[in-house]
């Protein structure tokens, strides 16, 4: 069974830095073709790719974003952590991570739940 | 970006109706075209890749077609467990863009 799960802070401040960590399991990011992927969720907004760590370590980000973005992975834990730095109230959105591979680059097969983050002072 | 136009933005239907959700892309994106299904405090789930392949497990009720740059997601006979918010997503071009929902809702 293929499982991811989100987890991080719920409130940030502005100019702060967020950090979220994926955990998953059902499948290894050391396996060929994997790759795991961070898109949000901004209420009344449409969903917003963001970033995507393949299993070689080569690393993708949205280039809206990519000046405010680091994509990590920890295999061993089977963890792929994002970090965002100065963070703004428009920033307030689920995050979710999800699962690729290369055979469809981006399409995102599996799902987590994903976590509220809000930027407030 | 490519931009993905879902219509309608909601839609109100009844047990057992036919419904299409359209999505249209701002340019050309082959068949590399995704639909995903989300209820509330839910994770997005995955319905159909390359326009029109059904994912493992997924009912054949479902069913993704398209025609140049507008794709539909149709569901034959709708059942309860299908309203939910509907989001189609092109994975060609770079980056990755999604369309801004369609609310299915019981009439």
């Known amino acids: 069974q293929i499982t991811l799960k989100e987890s991080g802070p719920t409130l940030v401040k502005p100019t702060q830095t967020l950090t979220l960590t994926c955990t998953f399991s059902?499948?290894?990011?050391?396996?060929?073709?994997?790759?795991v992927g961070w898109i949000r969720q901004s209420p009344g907004k449409a969903l917003e790719y963001l970033a995507l760590?393949?299993?070689?370590?080569?690393?993708r980000y949205n280039p809206s974003l990519k000046s405010r973005l680091t994509i990590t992975k920890d295999t061993s834990k089977n963890q792929v952590i994002l970090t965002m730095t100065n963070m703004d109230p428009v920033d307030t959105a689920t995050y979710h991570c999800?699962?690729?591979?290369?055979?469809?680059?981006?399409?995102?097969?599996?799902w987590g739940q994903g976590t509220l983050v809000t930027v407030s002072s | 970006d490519v931009q993905m136009t879902q219509s309608p933005s909601s839609l109100s239907a009844s047990v057992g109706d036919r419904v299409t959700i359209t999505c249209r892309a701002s340019?050309?994106?082959?068949?590399?075209l995704a639909w995903y299904q989300q209820k509330p405090e839910k994770a997005p789930k995955s319905l159909i890749y390359?326009?029109?392949t059904l994912e493992s497990g997924v009912p054949s009720r479902f069913s993704g077609g398209w025609s140049g740059t507008d794709f539909t997601l149709t569901i034959s006979s709708l059942q309860p467990e299908d309203f939910a918010t509907y989001y189609c997503?092109?994975?060609?071009?770079?980056?990755?863009?999604f369309g801004q929902g369609t609310r299915l809702d019981i009439k």
């Open positions: 999800a699962r690729s591979y290369l055979s469809t680059i981006y399409y995102f097969d599996f």
């Open positions: 059902g499948f290894s990011l050391s396996t060929s073709g994997v790759a």
């Open positions: 760590i393949y299993w070689d370590d080569d690393k």
């Open positions: 340019q050309g994106v082959s068949n590399w």
């Open positions: 390359g326009a029109s």
């Open positions: 997503q092109q994975y060609k071009d770079y980056p990755p863009t």
